[in-house]
């Protein structure tokens, strides 16, 4: 961290300095666990624990990433909404700061991640649907392609369900409405 730390001693910079890494590494390895790579996840701890917005460069300088890698792990951290790109007085140079709520954090995220992979399921289960259907009417008295198809129908119809029922779930964290059940805690 490039922070004027003029006013703790050796030590006490020494063991600030460890427990914000231990933190930062917890962030990285449970980001990991979400599909966020590593670099990614200590790129967004180490921004956790700036105190004032910050360049490109300067976190590049501070991380000893390169350029790309940087620029790759904050355009990955803008779209899932982690951080922001704020103005910077003076400069005309991009500033970036971390978005500090982690609830919404947890909530953009999930949203953009389950809502994309829930469209996308459901319309291939539509279509498959409409493909079962047309079969099952092509030959209406195949009691064996009935009893096939109707059994892959069902299925299709209960994996619909919990797609509608998923939906619902993201509209409640996108609204806020889950915190009616599972408060935050303050």
């Given amino acids: 961290m490039d922070e004027n730390l003029g006013g703790l001693t ?36 180490q921004m956790y624990f700036q105190n004032e917005p910050i360049t490109l460069d300067q976190m590049s300088q501070q991380m000893g990433m390169s350029k790309t890698s940087m620029s ?29 709520d982690w609830h919404q954090n947890f909530i953009d995220f999930f949203s953009i991640k389950w809502r994309k992979a829930v469209e996308s399921n459901m319309t291939s289960l ?36 919990y797609y509608r029922w998923l939906h619902r779930l993201i509209d409640a964290f996108e609204s806020g409405k889950i915190f009616e059940f599972i408060p935050k805690e303050e």
């Fill in 10 to 45: 050796p030590e006490q910079s020494r063991s600030l300095d460890a427990s914000r890494k231990r933190v930062i590494d917890s962030i990285g390895k449970n980001m990991d666990l979400y599909g966020i790579t590593l670099s990614i996840g200590h790129l967004y701890g």
């Fill in 126 to 161: 539509e279509r498959s649907l409409k493909e079962i259907r047309v079969l099952q009417a092509s030959d209406p008295d195949n009691d064996t392609l009935r009893e096939i198809t109707s059994i892959d129908e069902q299925k299709i119809v209960d994996a619909l369900n």
């Fill in 72 to 100: 790759t792990g904050m355009r990955t951290l803008l779209d899932l909404k982690m951080i922001d790109k704020v103005w910077g007085k003076g400069s005309r140079k991009d500033f970036y700061e971390v978005v500090p």
